[in-house]
Nanobody
Framework: QVQLVESGGGLVQAGGSLRLSCAAS????????MGWYRQAPGKQRELVAS???????NYADSVKGRFTISRDNAENTVYLQMNSLKPEDTGVYYC??????????WGQGTQVSVSS
């Protein structure tokens, strides 16, 4: 089992910045990919960014150039630095961990609200 705890959400004005953190515990040695997903009201959950053990990153087109995902394996933590936030970035952000055996784990979610 892997446990994920997110922090860092909040309310910010458009153009502002937030940094999300996700701390992993449990069977952390089994984790391959960590990422952030978001879900806006009435919409499906979508991938925002992900990073592999080898630190290869992948971003949704809508956040490229504004968001940066990073991973600290020593601290078992993944971060999402969000700059130039837009109202359409509003949603619940979920941390995700995928193991080498393709098991999926989710955090409880943290709310990000961007006002115009």
């Amino acid at each position: 089992q892997v446990q994920l705890v997110e922090s860092g959400g909040g309310l910010v004005q458009a153009g502002g910045s937030l940094r999300l953190s996700c701390a992993a515990s449990g069977l952390i040695f089994s984790i391959d990919v960590m990422g952030w997903y978001r879900q806006a009201p009435g919409k499906q959950r979508e991938l925002v960014a992900s990073v592999t053990n080898g630190r290869n990153t992948n971003y949704a087109d809508s956040v490229k150039g504004r968001f940066t995902i990073s991973r600290d394996n020593a601290e078992n933590t993944v971060y999402l630095q969000m700059n130039s936030l837009k109202p359409e970035d509003t949603g619940v952000y979920y941390c995700n961990a995928k193991t080498r055996r393709s098991a999926n784990y989710w955090g409880q979610g943290t709310q990000v609200s961007v006002s115009s």
